[in-house]
């Protein structure tokens, strides 16, 4: 199936061609955009004719007289001091729309990237032996989005879960597990996610309560950091363990998350230790790093702290050990050099903004990035606030689990689908399954529908509300047209472009249009909020629709199936753009 031009597309490269054969050496942008006076507005005139010494609203009639209108423009006026207000023909919209419904591929007409590049993305980074709680959240939900948004357009996207798997406390733990071997045992073969991570909470604080108290074991537990870094076998073995374990215990939550995540696309700290000492080899040797009281350093005139000091990035510390700088080095050097990546996008926390710049500029001088041919971004995400709209934790001021926030927003909206069952005869088991659904879809989409470097409030009474800016009123929306096609018996979705168009069919039918160009803006931005946006709007123009327009009780049959068609093309929609932002959309609900 071949793309389908949006309407937008056509109209401005209408007027663009128009605009050039009246004033053949300007530069033809009419800057077109939606308005409520017309279907669209075109402002450039006004821009080109001050350039031209030109009165602009002659300018503007001239141009009008070039355009070529065919099917698709009914009406051109020129407005104010020049402003053109561009009406389409019904028979346009209905036709592009039925293109778009033509397409087989589930696609809805929408293209991909012509020239589409290698984008890695970092995202949902856990600890090793560590239980993920609300801070791990944001990284994981919008790095998921843009992910399938990404795809969706075509780009090539490698996933990379720079999950926590090295350091210190390995040590400690190793030790420990060495001298209680069966603190990781499991009675069943199968073990859950929850049992694993018991098991690792269990033994890390008894680990760390020996660590504090016992000297002789801080010793050990010392030396067997040591071990670990040089590789002892016997040692790593102890270490795969950790690991192997904290992963049963991921993928236990991404899968409540309703995220794939897949166990090659999980690269460690431990994942680049190979090459941290030519990292710092590099960038030593090509005086991008230097010495300084024992440490390799990399200073920046422009980072200076409280006492007027520069701050350097420690790519490797006095006493020989390696911080995280040259492990991120090390994985833009791999990432760059091994996977051919034009992008490097990491998802990660706001507050650590200052360390991504400087190792992006100190990898920029290097030479592993150029603004050119390969870029770095820290799509930087704010913290997750409580009601009281201070940082989420519990009342007795600890960090809350991420598991026990999904089953808290599970178990709300299930409550709110159960209330509902009755009248849409649901079994229990698809209430159980819709409950999920919607709860984790409002988890995510309180999240996608802010804007990413701005802090939320988690409140998960509005959160699965049906009213307002939330997930379930978008599920709702399409579960409500999948109702009204099961009771459409044998009348069936078809366009008629012969019909005239209601005023909120046509502003639903333009809606529908945007829906590519609003994705690429998306991808190209990676600010996924504006599909929630875009979604929220198409729910709104539904609803609008609805109130005006009797769908089984249109006045002829072809109306009937023209209005069927409109709504079932609102849910494919509704259901690619939901998908887009990794939130299921039920049929019944």
């Known amino acids: 199936m071949a793309s389908v031009t949006s309407l937008t597309a056509s109209v401005h490269q209408r007027l663009a061609t128009a605009l050039s054969a009246t004033l053949p050496t300007a530069d033809a942008d009419p800057l077109l955009r939606r308005s409520d006076r017309a279907d669209y507005q075109a402002n450039g005139i006004l821009a080109l ?39 389409l023909t019904d028979g346009a919209i209905t036709e592009n729309l039925a293109a778009r419904y033509a397409d087989d591929t589930g696609r809805l007409g929408v293209p991909t990237a012509e020239h589409p590049g290698t984008t890695v993305i970092d995202y949902a980074q856990p600890n090793v032996a560590k239980e993920m709680h609300v801070g791990h959240l944001r990284s994981a939900v919008i790095g998921d989005a843009v992910v399938q948004i990404l795809e969706f357009t075509g ?70 950091v040591v071990d670990l870094q040089a590789g002892d076998p016997h040692t790593l073995a102890t270490w795969q363990k950790f690991v192997d374990e904290s992963k049963i215990y991921f993928f236990s939550v991404f899968e409540k998350l309703d995220m794939e995540v897949r166990d090659p696309d999980i690269v460690g700290e431990s994942g680049y230790n190979d090459m941290l000492d030519e990292t710092c080899r590099l960038l030593e040797e090509s005086g991008v790093a230097v010495r300084s009281e024992g440490a390799l350093c990399v200073f920046f005139d422009d980072i200076k702290g409280p ?96 598991v026990d926030l999904l089953d808290e927003a599970i178990d709300r909206a299930t409550t709110v689908v159960r209330e509902k069952a009755g009248k849409m005869g649901l079994t229990e088991e698809e209430i159980v399954e819709n409950g999920r659904y919607v709860g984790i879809g409002a988890v995510k989409y309180a999240d996608l529908s802010t804007s990413a470097v701005r802090d939320y409030k988690f409140d998960l009474d509005q959160m699965v509300s049906l009213n307002g800016d939330t997930s379930v009123y978008l599920q709702y929306a399409y579960a409500r047209i999948q109702s009204i096609l099961r009771k459409a018996g044998e009348a069936g979705p078809a ?27 998306v991808a190209d931005t990676y600010e996924p909020h504006k599909l929630a946006a875009y979604l929220f709007r198409l729910a709104t123009l539904l609803t609008s629709f609805y109130d005006q327009c009797p769908v089984l009780k249109a006045e002829t049959p072809a109306q009937v199936e023209n209005r069927l068609f409109l709504v079932d093309l609102t849910a494919r929609t509704l259901h690619r753009g939901m998908a887009l932002l990794g939130i299921r959309t039920p049929d019944k609900l």
């Open 49 to 87: 004719a001050k350039k031209a010494k030109a009165n602009p609203r002659e300018l503007a009639t001239q141009v009008v007289a070039q355009v070529e209108s065919g099917e698709l423009i009914k009406e051109i006026e020129v407005s104010g001091p020049g402003f053109l207000n561009i009406t």
């Open 307 to 402: 006492d007027g000091n520069p701050v350097p990035l420690i790519v490797k510390k006095s006493d020989g050990g390696y911080g995280y700088a040259a492990t991120d080095l090390s994985a833009i050097r791999d990432r760059v050099f091994h996977l051919k990546a034009n992008s490097l996008l990491y998802v990660v926390d706001a507050r650590q903004s200052l360390h991504f710049k400087m190792v992006f500029e100190t990898a920029r001088r290097a030479g592993w990035l150029n603004d050119d041919d390969v870029k770095a971004f820290q799509l930087a995400f704010g913290t997750v606030l409580g009601k009281d709209g201070k940082p989420f934790k519990t009342r007795e001021g600890e960090t809350i689990r991420l």
């Open 155 to 224: 780009e090539n996207v490698v996933r990379r879960h720079h999950i926590g798997d090295w350091g210190t406390q390995f040590g400690m733990l190793i030790q420990y597990l060495d001298e209680h071997p069966h603190e990781l045992d499991h009675k069943d073969a199968q073990v859950s996610g929850e049992e694993a991570m018991s098991n690792l909470d269990r033994l890390y604080k008894a680990a760390r309560k020996l660590f504090d108290s016992d000297e002789e074991f801080k010793t050990r537990a010392r030396r067997r």
């Open 495 to 521: 366009a008629h472009p012969e019909l005239e168009l209601a005023p909120t069919e046509r502003a639903l039918g333009l809606h529908l249009d945007q829906f590519g160009e609003t994705v690429a803006e």
